[in-house]
């Protein structure tokens, strides 16, 4: 198991955000994690990739604890969040060269593993370009290939196709599915669409009020509808007794904005 959790609970005074969140994720998986707005999602990742400490509950990510070994966490770790993470005003290299020292990998391995991370999300003709000049889909490839460059075992990705057309999300869900087959990393994925899950996740879990309802692949979250051609929209609505809203409060559309106008 690369994520295991037990009982984790996140509090904010008196809201419960997170609510005793027990679960296993495996190597080589992809599990989508999705919910209302307000469900908690965030929370968790933010939990795990040791930017929010739990209230209470243990964690291990990659064998190590979020709580004792954040660090050892951080180093086992990728992580794309839903905005804009590259910077502008620098070439696809250069943003590359400068993750490769904060990831401190050494000076004489960083060259090769520049060039392998670019030519694995097929960046190559675009890696001396200003990431302004970039398309939505190319600096999503961009921060992906950022995000493997120290080769991690566990990969966060927070609303990775977000703001991006149809044929962008198509590249972008072959660059994920390449990198667990190649890497055999686990990947923990948040997003509203349920397209995506249904293409990409091994196993899924809804989220609501601050728990986990169900953990299930996507035929079975189907198949408990009990209904013919039952879809993932549905399967959400059964379990959370709400359609899907991928609309959202002011923050999460303050985001989506801003994530689409930087992807453009």
Known sequence: MIIQTNALRRCFGDLV???HLTMTINDGEIFGLV???GAGKSTVVKMLTTLLPPTS???LVAGCDIVTNPAGVRRAIGYVPQLVSADGALTGRENLNLFAKLYDIPRSDRRQRIEQAIEFVGLQDAGDRLV????????????L???MLHRPRVLFLDEPTVGLDPLARQSIWQQIRRLV???QMGVLMTTHFMDEVDELCDRVGIMNHGELVVVATPSQLKAAVGTQDATLDDAFAFYTGNRLDTTGGYREVNQARRAAARLG
Not at 132 to 143: A, F, N, Q, V, W
């Open 17 to 19: 955000a997170v609510n």
């Open 145 to 147: 290939a950022i995000a």
């Open 132 to 143: 302004r000049t970039y398309s939505g889909g190319m600096i999503r490839k961009l921060e």
């Open 35 to 37: 919910g209302p707005n």
């Open 57 to 59: 509950g243990q964690a």
């Open 181 to 183: 087959q190649q890497q």
